[in-house]
Each structure stands twice: as C-alpha cells, then as structure tokens.
C-alpha cells in the first residue's frame, strides 16, 4: 500500500494502535473520511500487542472513569454486536489491601469513584477470600471490588476494530512511518512519510511511546517518556480466579503487579519495575521472573505449579502526573494530542476514539469537557494519579 | 495384556528390569524403572493420551522431544509431558481431555534465592557438537559448564544404531552413534573439574544482561553469566501440512527413533515414511531393525536426497521407495489407519488420479531439519560473545558436528585467550568436507573378476567417508587421504587380499560384499553384511539375495553366519552362488511384499490438515487469512492464535512461512514471528525459589 500524494483526508490518525484503531473506527462510523499511518508491518505491533488485556473504569479521576466506563460498554457489548469473539470477560477488579494505610486510600477513593458512578466496593477479609479461593490470607485486611470491570484481548479487539474500521471505509497504511508534519500559517496541513504526502485539516497524535517525536515534527513539546515493564503469560487451566488482582504494596525492585485469569484459562500478569526503567529498550531481563513470581506465589501460593509459557517486555508511555494527555496543541491548530495513556492505552481506547471522533466533528457532549479540562495538554501536571 | 516393549534387538541390549505397577485410568499397567511416561503407555498399547480441549480431536505423541507438549498427560493430578517424565511406582497417569485443575498449595514462607553462576564457557546442548567442543575446552583446561536437557549426554547419537560415515580418524567414522555417544561422553567425564555436566537441565532464555537463565536438574532455577556461549543445541524436525496430519501415529522421524532406540518400545507395526533424505531413509531401517514393517517412502523429488547406499540398503531389504510423490493424508479414527500418496508433477502439485493407499499404523515425517537457533540469535542481539557448532549452526551429518564442535571449542578458548594454537587449514578443509552433501555417481564395475578372493565394492557415489580404506590389513582398499568423499578403489597391485571380511564388516553403508572363489571358482562364497537378528534366516535356509538396487536374483541357502565380537554386531552371511551372479549380488531381501495399495480409498474422510498443533489452527484457516491480505506472522498469531501454544511457534512458524510462500507472498515481505522466552514451559515456583515439594515440579 503506497500513498498516493494527491490524497486528502478529513483527518489523519498516526499510529494504529490501541487508541489510533478505535479512533478510526469511530470517525469511519461517524462518516470522516480518515487515514491511519503506521510504521510496524500490521495492525497493534506497538504497545497494543503488551497490554496484558485488562479493563477497568477503576480509576481515581472522573474524567477515566468516564472513558473507561464507555470503552468497557465498547467490549462488554463487542460480541452481541458484531458476533465476533474478542475474548471478553467481566472478572471485575480488586485491588487488595495489607496495610491499615492502603485500607484508609482505597476506601476514600471508592467514595469518589462511587460519585463518578463506578460500581466498587469494600470487601472486607472473610468475603475477599470467598472472592478469591486460594488467597494467602496472612496480613490480608480486604479489597475492592469493581465487579464490571473485565479483560478482553488487546490482540482480538484491536484487529476486530480494525476490520470494521476498513469495512466502514477508514485506510489503514502499513510500513508507512510518518516523516514529516507539515505546518502552514500555525495550522497542520498534512503529513509525509517516505510513500508520499497526505493533506488534512485534522492530524492526530495516537503514536504511544513514540509521541514525542511526533509532536516534535510539528514542532511541539510534549512530556510523554515510555518506560518500560515486563509482562508474561502461563499455561492454561481451568478457571480458578475471577477478578485482576492488583498488589499495590512496594517491594525490593518493584511498585505494584497484577494478574488475572483470560478467557482461555491462563493467567496473564505484569509488574511494575521500581526505579522505573526509561527508554526504548524492551528486551527481556533475567530479574523479572524471580522478581514477579515471588510476588505471585506470595499472594496465591497456588500458582507455584503453574507453568509459564512466555514473557515480553512493553513501553507504558508516561507522562509526570500519571494521566494521558487529550487535547488539540496550543500552538498548532488542527493538531490532535492523545498521547501518554500510562499503559491504559487498550483499556481506555474505545471511549477515547468515540471522543477524538466528536472533537474532529467539533460536536462535544457536555461530559466531554470536564473530561478534557482534566486531559488537557495545557494543565500544570502537579496532581499525582492514585491507580497507576 | 499387550506388551510392546522390544524384545530382541540386533544391535542394542533389552536390558532386563524389574516392572512395577502404575495406574492409566482405572488400569493397573507395568512400567520399568527409567521408562519415560509415554513408553511406558505404548508399552502398554495406549497410543492416545487425551483430546485436545478445542475439538475433541486424540492428541498423542509427536516430538518425543519435549518441544511440542502434545503428549500431555496428568500424573498424580499435574500436567506432564509424557516424553520428558519418568513413569514412577504406583504412579497415577490420566488423560488430559479439558483444561487441567490448579492443584492446591500452602502459602511458602521460605523461598530460595536464585543461584548465579559465572563460568568462562557455557554450551548448551550434549550432542555430538557440543561433547566434542567440551572435550576440546576441557583439554585445554578452560573451564566449561555443559547442559544438556536429556537424562544422558550424547543428544540424538543415543538413537543411532549404525555406524557413523565420515572419517575414521577424525570423527570415529565406522563406530555407531550409541557407542560414540558413550565414549565421547566418558571422555567429558574424565575432563571434570574443568568440564562440568548439568543433565536435565535446560536453557530458558537469553537475558539482555548476558545471562542465561537455566532449568538445572528440572527443578532449580539457575542463572549463568559466560564470557563465551557455544550453541550447540542441534535440530528440530520440519513438519508438514497434509491431511490429518496430526492424528497420533504421525511422528517426526526423531520421536520414533526415539520410542524406538531409546525407550525400547514398539510404536508401530506398519510404517510409512515421508522423505528420503539421509533421516528418513535411516529411520526406516532403524525400524526394519526393531521389526517394524516399512511399508513404503515417499520421496517428492525424483531422487531421494540422502546417501544411495542408504537408499540401496532399504531396496535390498524390500522396501518400496516412491520418487516423485507425496503424501496427501493420513486416515483414521483416534490413531493413523492408512497414508494416501500420490505422485506429484514438476511443481510438486500432486496428480489426480495416481492416489495409492496403504494401510499403516504410523506415518514419520522426515522432511527435513531447522537449526534450533533462538539462543545463537539472542545472544548476538545482546553482544554476548556467541559461537555455534553442529546442526545449531548448520544442518549436516553428525560426523560434520563432531568436527565442527572441536574447532569451535579452539576457537572459543583463543577467544577467550587460553593458549590454543592456531587452528590449522586442514582442519577448516576438512570440517568443509564433513559438511559436504552426497555428491556424483561413479560408474564401476569392481575389481576384475580373480580367482581368488575379493571385494566387490557397492558404493558408488561421492560421500565423506573412509572406514573402509583404513581397516583394511593390507592397505588394498584405497580413497584418496586429502578427500575422502572420493569413492573407494580396490588396488589389486598392492597386494592380495587375505578375505578377513573386515571391510564387509565396517561399512557404514553396508556396501561392501566379498566375492570368493579359492574353494570353488564355479560357485563363490558371497560375505554379505546383515545387521538383522540371525534367528530370521538360520543356517541352511532359503534367503532372496537381491542386486545393488534390490532386484531378484536368486534364492540361494545361507551357508554360514558369522557373528563375531570384532565385527561389532555386524552379521556377514554367507551364501553360495553361481559365478555369473556373484558379483551383482549385494544383500539379502528381509521384506516379501510388494507395497500393494488398499483397495478403498480411506482419504476421503480425512481431517483437515494442522498447522498449529498447540491450538489446533488448520491451514485452510490460515490461508484464508493470507488470500484477505494478511501477510504477517505476528498478525496471523494475533488473530487466529497460531504460535501461541505451549510449544511456542517451534512447529508452526516455518509451517506458515510455508504457506505465504506457497500463497506467492514474496519472501522478503514475510515479517517473521517475534521470539520471546521461554524455550519450554516452567512453573512459577520455579522461578520463586519455592521448594519442589511445596510447589514446583520436578519431584523425582
């Protein structure tokens, strides 16, 4: 697929990732004539294809709240819709607490999360370890549960997503990395890449870890840095656990890790290194598995037996207050930042692709600008999220 | 009840053991101490060990290698490969037909830190390669930790009964792989403490910090840092995409050589095979051997690859090789009932109408090797300093990895600065030659017929090898020293030959027949190499003698058979025949049959041919994919979930590499699969340091 150098487009998506695919679907849906450009050789070979897969609307901020709900409405729905199998499942969400402190955080939060209407609540010990069989109960004072939250497979829902996306008339250019952004008087006019020049009013950001550089090329700062986490996924067996479970506890080498059971019986889990690891660099390192599976063992012993098929390692791009940036560039007009998503890109990618749809059409709902005002590329990233 | 364990073997003892019992289901079976799970089960005739939780459809033995995780079993309630597991008293084995249950665990206070290791040399892999580069290192007292993922050193010479091609001198060429194997690794144990041996113990992964993460002894997690990596970790068999070519009873060629040569267990009676290169066509003899019936090989180009003394040794036996065909399907319920061949045209596009079946029980695929080279790939994207030898490296005759693993352990202890002189040209000139593919025919007629005694020489075409030319006493049998590959030459102005039958005896192509006539010029004495129990043909009986190519000649009585110690379990049979037949005759026909076809054609209802065993993924779904527009590997795993089954893409990647080819996606646009660790499954409690009767596997 080469460009062809006259092409012009309503708007211009790079990145076919987790929030560039769900983008083009919905402005397809919505009749934008649009183009998605991608450097990899398919669809999701970014980041997409290292999310571990879960989805949560869990949150500590209204405006992901919001998003997350509509994206969880997205996948929960998927199958029903389009019959067409993406591997969801409605497991919920726990995080687990074993300090009075993590306790005090979780229940103040689940009163603002509730007001945010997200359905969550306290489990206190006995009813966490009839949620959880098999749970170490040592130290264990109880958790959330936020029963609507789920999982579904990045791999499965991005190409369905996809599929449809080019069925409702959105161009997908693969092996196409955009080169160059091209600003006439303060406003974007198109993008080059080595196939060719395509013009467009709108040209938007969705490039994940490599955001940075492209908003450079329009000549835009933006404080998006990837750092890197490793992830892994077992063997398959039959159901044992329902929610993700997420361990906020610090450890030696470690903030936080999680794990959940997919829709195929394996247990898919991640950590998250401390200091973090920043940069490019995704190759495979020999502390991860010692260092992850003593976390697990530690809170579900029985996963001792479980054997691991494979590990990989991802780019979570960050941004200084944990938050994903949403909104057009101050300086350059047209240009559409949804950038830093934290590895919340796939969870958070159909609600975001339905919103980058209305703010392309200039159609916002009312939502959309609380939402917006929180993500907005001009706030002064000094708040801290709570549920990295 | 049924026991298919080898009984009698020509070449190999049946070593006598006390049995013990084991539950399969409900049954109380007999299984043998050393015995993997899977032997022990064909020994007791189960052949399908569970059924696959997608379909329903029998899931059985396939690699006997521990790569493909199709013979999952549940011994006492956890997952196991039956291939890799010993089978223990009282040991309760089940089949694994949905998704298995998580056993039970108490919490685990104490968890083990995990070991590091620095070492100079790390090989990876105790085959021919990887022994010989241990014994190199070792003598030039580098210190050297070799692994190697099997209970025994010696990899895949410890299923090879016959004896080796190559040179004598270099490579022990005229010895057996089994004894080779024994000796080079006796000779690794002789060089601790500078060579350490881990067995059961196999390398995970390549860590970009250089260290490489090892499963030791099957249940310690370790992590070794070299200065120097030798990968020497072999082959893997290439599949194939027909019909039904995943029912239990099709086999790489390996895993039958395997449950043959080294669990000593019968898993067929009638075989086909699928290649004739050098691996097929020495598999089907290491089943003629065992007792099995081959019943036919297909080869699909029009002439078989291997050595043509290998192709020859299996016409003489009466096994039907057909050139130019194919296999189209393997048939049957729960296990393969027939194959269904047909001839194929210039492009290998089979031709309707020549379709043949044949009742067997077991098909082998032999279509050929891929170097197993994850490990060499990583390393050298992580700048560990990395080396392969053997078929690692690339795909040749064991003799070749012999050779090649003793240049690179000089050149890993020169890497590493050890005093180790140069490595000569000659060495280079001869690992080259060792490498070499089977090369022109000659056409020869033999030595001019003598009065006397002779050799008749039935090898004629150019491959490496020399046994020959070196045991004969009086220096008669002659091939040129700077190339062996040249075929051998009986000079009759050295001297005259005294009929010691030891070239009859040596011949690794059993290729060599001796002609004498000092007691009746008339009716000669024929020596003739048989590696097949005597008891088949005794003394006095009747036996088919056959030319070069297999065809009849006469049906003459076996005179006398010499079996003597020196001869090292090489028979010469000696038949008497007229004068005019002598010399064209070349062996003794062991099959009568004549490879006659079924008269219904059972591949009609064939199932759909597997690419991805692991997660039963056809290739029709697969080419569907490519003809929308797919063409990348990652994307096809990601939509269809081909590749990302428990044996990690190892069978199906080069297999859907196969079909965007055959689909005319130009190679250069196939983005190849992403490799991740690990190289084979491991438990979590692995990895935690838990201890193995707390947790982790590995408990025997």
Redo the contacts between chains.
Sequence with gaps: MTGNPSSSYDAIIIGAGSVGVPAAFSMARDGLHVLVLDGNASVGQGSNKSAIGGIRATHSDPAKIHLGLRSIETFSTWEDQYCEDIGWRRGGYSFVAYTAEQEEAFKSLIVLQKSYGLEILWLDRPELLELIPGVNPEHLLGGTYSPNDGSASPLLAIHAMYSHACKLGASFHFNEPVTEIRVEHGRVAGVGTPCGYYSSPIVINAAGAHAAQMAKLAGIDIPVTPDAHEGGITEPVARFLEPMIVDTRPADGSANFYFYQNDQGQIVFCLTPHPSIWGYNIRETSSFLPMVARRMVEVIPRLAHLRVRRTWRGLYPMTPDGFPIIGWAQDVEGYLLAVGMCGQGFMLGPGLGELLSRMSQHQLMDEDERVLKILSPARAFTGQEKLK | MPNHRLQIHPILPIPQREGFEFYWEENRFTGLPGETISAALFANGVHVFGHHLRDGSPQGIYCANGQCAQCLVLENG??VKACMELVSPEARIEPLN???????????SY?QP?EELRIPVLIIGGGPAGLSAAIELGKLGVPTLLIDDKHHLGGKMVLQTHRFFGSREAVYAGTRGIDIAARMADEVKSLSPYVQVWLNSTAL?V???R?V?ILRDGSQ?V?VKPEALLVASGAREKSLAFRGNWLPGVYGAGAFQTLLNRDLVLPAQHLFIVGGGNVGLIAAYHALQAGVEVVGLVEALPECGGYKVHQDKLKRLGVPIFTSHTILSANGDQTVESATIAQVDARFQPIPDTEKTFACDAILIAVGLDPVNEFYTKAR??DLPVFTAGDAGEIAEASAAIYSGKIQGFEIARSLSYPAPEIPEEWRRQAEILKSKPGKLIDSDGPDAEPGVYPMIHCLQEIPCDPCSSVCPRGLIQINREDIRKTPVFDTTQGVCSGCERCVAICPGLAITLVDSRKDPEHPLISLPFEFPETLFPEGELVTVVDIEGNFLADLPVVKIRHIKANDRTRIVRVQAPRELARKIAGIRLLNQSANPLKEDQSADAREAMICRCERVSAAEIRSLIRAG???L??I???TRAG?G?C?SKTCGPLIRRLLLEEGVPSAEI?DLTR???FV??????????KPD????GDR
Excluded at chain 2, 681 to 690: I, Q, R, T, Y
Excluded at chain 2, 694 to 697: K, L
Aim: hydrophobic share 40%; aromatic share 8%.
């Design positions: 956890k997952p949905t998704l298995p249950k998580l056993p039970e665990s108490p919490a685990t968890m995990v992964a860590f970009s910090d260290k993460g997690y992590l994207e992580f797919i063409h990348d990652n994307e795993k990601a939509v990302m428990a990690g983005m991740r660790p690990l499954e491991v438990p979590l409690g692995v990895f935690a340091g838990v707390s947790g982790g596997d």
